[in-house]
């Protein structure tokens, strides 16, 4: 048996315990034959960059994505609603939207997304009611008020044609209801619907008034 010099070690790996080292170091060395071994902060990456993909890819971020898009829907829903006056023609709709999509930023909160899409969803739906609803009764209260407006305007003129007989208090208190009426118009643009209908009777007082004042006298 050849005799070992003290210190020397054998030029060869026993087999079994080590053998693993080989195809870490066969992994180690580049493709293009270069000693060096690759870039730890590259490698990093790359696991990074791995692991974000299955992230991005699992159900937990799909139903994420499906929530922020529910509620991107949601917002313009709402938005829509407030500008058509919901708040104002439809306001028990315009407040359950508003407080469906708060609950559903409280489940969102919680990482719940998909009780958070769902009552997001439900959010979409209520606020385009709402706007549906604000849209057909704003449009029916400034027909009706229109036609009231109109009608006040009817009366005006018909008393215009007395004015060949008038005094000139009368002219002025004519001249008075005139500038009265168009305001009117002008309250109306503005959907100042309660002023009108507080103007409205004070004009119809004043215009019954005058109608006995100017009326002739038949002669016995």
Known sequence: MPHRVPGQGSSRLPWGKKTWIIPVCLFLLPLNS??????????TKKIEE??????????????????????DEAE????????????????????????????AKGYAGQRSYLKAKYLALQATQTAHAARESARRIRSEKMDETKERIDSLGRRITGLEKRGETLSPE???ELDELLLAWKDLYHALALEE???IDTLIPEIE???????VETTPTKEP
């Open 205 to 211: 007082k004043r215009l019954e008034a005058f109608a």
């Open 50 to 71: 791995s692991a974000r993909d299955l992230r991005e890819k699992g159900p937990g971020m799909q139903a994420l994505a499906d929530w922020h898009e529910a509620w």
């Open 76 to 103: 313009k829903a709402i938005e829509a609603a407030r500008t058509d006056g919901a708040p104002r023609y439809a306001p028990e709709q315009y407040a359950e939207a508003m407080e469906l999509i708060e609950r």
């Open 34 to 43: 270069a000693f060096s071994l690759p870039d730890p902060h590259a490698v």
């Open 170 to 172: 009368q002219q002025r």
């Open 193 to 195: 619907f309660d002023a």
